[in-house]
């Protein structure tokens, strides 16, 4: 996806309005994918202004082929990558999902299937206990499922902002998905036995 | 005839959407007519949408706050 033509050509030359209005517009997905990114709450602020400062400053080199918000937040995840190694790791290295695995017998069909976690659920609750899987799911893959799932980008742009392969971001994307259903549905089953007590 | 473990892969990864047509097809074949891949499907919606209904319930207002002070200061300066 392109920023549109109009635009560009105000970030360009640092059209004041149209700066402090796109510095508007993504503020808020900088901040939710720099936590996502497993970033600790107190270092969100810094980490987010300084990848404001680099937009400020390099305004003239966007070259609107890619939207400016993937732009930005492609220099966020390069600011973070700084300090945390680890979101740059090749996907291919993780660990395979032997939970995932298991579900499955020798000819690929399903030997567990999937049992409802909060088919009965209001939406706020199922909100509420995604909370702590998300907590608890791997850096990378948090970030890539937020980033598809929340922010809404598509696999392109990711691809461009992890700096990952197509198949790289497919990857964490499964794994991502597959925890989180797989520990949905852990809590699901716990959170009908606690309403029993 | 794909099996279980391929097409939740397919789906949860979505290399489905850059599939040619015929193992798009293979894959809707799969889900009329298997109710746990169907399910996996549903649950993975549910996700999503939670996901989004988590992220608008934490507001991170206070915080925004104050970087955009903090930079109307250094735009100003």
Not at chain 1, 133 to 156: H, K, N
Request: hydrophobic share 40%; charged share 35%; proline share 2%.
């Amino acid at each position: 996806m392109r920023e549109d033509a109009a635009r560009t050509a105000a970030i360009r030359r640092g059209d004041s309005a149209t700066v402090q209005q796109v510095i508007h517009e993504v503020l808020p997905g900088l901040i939710r994918a720099a936590r996502a990114s497993g970033l600790a709450e107190d270092r969100l602020e810094d980490v987010v202004h300084g990848c404001v400062l680099v937009f400020l400053r390099r305004h003239a080199d966007f070259d609107g082929r890619a939207r400016v918000t993937t732009w930005i937040h492609g220099i966020l995840i390069h600011k973070i990558s700084e300090e945390r190694r680890i979101l740059r790791r090749d996907a291919a290295r993780e660990d395979i999902d032997e939970v995932v695995e298991s579900r499955f017998d020798a000819n690929g069909r399903w030997s567990r299937p999937p049992s409802r976690p909060g088919d009965e659920l209001a939406r706020e609750e199922v909100a509420r206990f995604l909370k702590g899987c998300l907590e608890a799911l791997p850096d990378r893959q948090r970030l890539a499922f937020e980033m598809r799932e929340v922010e809404e980008f598509d696999t392109g742009e990711i691809c461009n902002i992890l700096d990952v392969s197509a198949n790289n971001l497919g990857v964490l994307l499964f794994r991502a998905r597959s925890r989180l259903r797989e520990c949905m549905e852990s809590k699901g089953i716990q959170g009908s036995s606690d309403a029993r007590l | 005839m794909l099996a279980c473990n391929e097409v939740t892969r397919l789906w949860a990864s979505e290399e489905i959407r850059s599939a040619t047509l015929a193992r798009r097809i293979a894959v809707r074949m799969h889900l009329m007519m298997c109710r746990h891949c169907r399910r996996y499907v549903r649950e993975l919606a549910l996700i999503g949408e939670g996901a989004r209904v988590a992220a608008e319930a934490s507001t991170d207002d206070a915080i925004r706050e104050r970087l955009e002070r903090r930079l109307r200061g250094e735009s100003a300066s």
